[in-house]
């Protein structure tokens, strides 16, 4: 499985971007969440959702701003973010794997996409 993630761009404050995260060979049953790096920092959990969409986990420093959603039919998975800030800004990364105890422990990933870059204009 290869992930390929796109989206990124330079938007203001308030504003908002959608990322895509595509996978050659599928990931129907694959676990996908959203990473990010920001410069100088460590790379920290954003967002994830199970196979079947069943359950979805979130940062708290996104909660109620990100949305993750995927469509297996496409092997697309998305994060859209809305009302985004300054602080969002960073390197943003796909990763996905077959078994997880925690949705946000990054140890388990398997596969990672390349990073996609978002910067919050204030």
């Known amino acids: 499985v290869q992930l390929q993630a796109s989206g990124g761009g330079v938007v203001q404050a308030g504003g908002s971007l959608r990322l895509s995260c595509l996978a050659s060979?599928?990931?129907?049953?694959?676990?996908v969440a959203w990473f990010r790096q920001a410069p100088g920092k460590e790379r920290e959990f954003v967002a994830g959702i199970t196979w079947d969409a069943s359950d979805t986990t979130y940062a708290d420093s996104v909660k109620g701003r990100f949305t993750i959603s995927r469509e297996n039919y496409y092997s697309t998975a998305y994060l859209q973010m809305s009302s985004l800030k300054p602080e969002d800004t960073a390197d943003y990364y796909c990763a996905a794997a077959y078994f997880l105890s925690a949705m946000s422990d990054m140890a388990p990933y398997t596969y990672w996409g390349q990073g996609t870059q978002v910067t919050v204009s204030s």
């Open positions: 060979g599928g990931i129907s049953r694959l676990t």
